[in-house]
């Protein structure tokens, strides 16, 4: 059961960042099922050091997912149709990047 404030704002602010919403993309479409799947290039430690530290937690605590820390599997949790809905929803991050 999830402790967090179970508001629409407050499910929609839980996958707010871009990176909780690739991990919650990421497992809607078959893409992700550990967090090696999540590393992109460049800040690989810096990125797994967050998503550890903060943004896995939120989302399990959420009940968006079910992260395995000891195998570093992710699946979807008893909530993450929820989750899934409310992705769609939010701007993505790397649209309307302009290369100057």
Known sequence: MSTIDETPSAR???VA????RRVVA???DGTVETVADLQVRGRADEIAAELRESHLPALEEAGYIEWDREEGT???GPN???AAEHVA???DPDEGVADD
């Open 26 to 28: 990421g497992l809607a």
């Open 89 to 91: 929803d939010l701007p």
């Open 74 to 76: 992710i699946e979807p």
């Open 17 to 20: 960042t871009a990176e909780r």
């Open 80 to 82: 993450f149709e929820e």
């Open 12 to 14: 929609t602010e839980t």
